[in-house]
């Protein structure tokens, strides 16, 4: 059981180059997120998805886009990339609400950098 | 949708317990609390969650006001490992989106 994994690790892009960040869940849940957090920052939510084919927007959804085809993968694009998009992203994953159990597992990280 | 306020920083003699506060005012009948914590550059880490009454965990106790208002995250023994930030935290109930605030940075002092 691995839980959240994300790929890849690291990035460094040019501005105005694309790029797809994977998040994948072995944990059989509903939700995933994404967040991203800047130097000294708290996180801001990005997408989120409560299912299969389901995505919304998050608090700070402009530059990105997302796409949840399988329930076990999250996907993030960054389609014209700006050097205000370097941070940290995170990945995380929940059950479901019906149990009001709204515990969130997440991912390592992924380190972008644009130039 | 309830807020949190939490001081942005305390220090911790190691061994000693930490009382983490967080002031939650608005809060609804319904609406859990939920602590993190994120130990340097890595993802948060879910520590405990309740409702209206005190919880341990093996991670920690949340002792929630009675009028629901505030609680604190108590670690009984702080180890120099629990150096990190502590995110309090009410999801709002139209959906499951968490928003992190800044939290407070834990030093705990050797």
């Known amino acids: 059981n691995a839980g959240v994994t994300q790929t890849p690790k690291f990035r460094v892009l040019k501005t105005g180059q694309s790029m797809t960040l994977l998040c994948a869940q072995d944990m059989n849940h509903e939700y995933m997120y994404w967040y991203r957090q800047d130097p000294g920052m708290g996180l801001r939510l990005i997408h989120y998805s409560v299912g299969e084919g389901t995505t919304a927007k998050g608090e700070v959804p402009d530059g990105y886009n997302v796409s949840r085809l399988k329930k076990q993968n999250f996907l993030l694009g960054l389609e014209s990339a700006a050097p205000s998009q370097t941070s940290v992203y995170f990945c995380?994953?929940?059950?479901?609400?019906?149990?009001?159990?709204?515990?969130?597992?997440f991912g390592p990280g992924t380190r972008l950098t644009v130039l | 949708d309830a807020k949190t306020t939490q001081p942005p920083s305390m220090d911790c003699a190691e061994g000693r317990a930490a009382n983490l506060p967080c002031n939650h005012s608005t809060i609804s009948g319904n609406e859990y609390v939920y602590w993190y914590r994120q130990i340097h550059s890595q993802g948060p880490q879910y520590i405990i969650h309740?409702?209206?009454n005190n919880e341990t965990n093996e991670m920690a106790s949340l002792i929630i006001t009675e009028d629901r208002k505030s609680s604190t995250l108590i670690l009984p023994h702080a180890t120099l490992r629990d150096t990190a930030v502590y995110y309090c935290?009410?999801?709002?109930?139209?959906?499951?989106?968490?928003?992190f605030g800044k939290g407070t940075r834990l030093h705990i002092l050797p």
């Open positions: 309740g409702l209206k």
């Open positions: 935290i009410v999801p709002m109930n139209r959906d499951d989106k968490i928003i």
């Open positions: 995380a994953s929940s059950y479901d609400r019906r149990t009001t159990y709204n515990e969130q597992f």
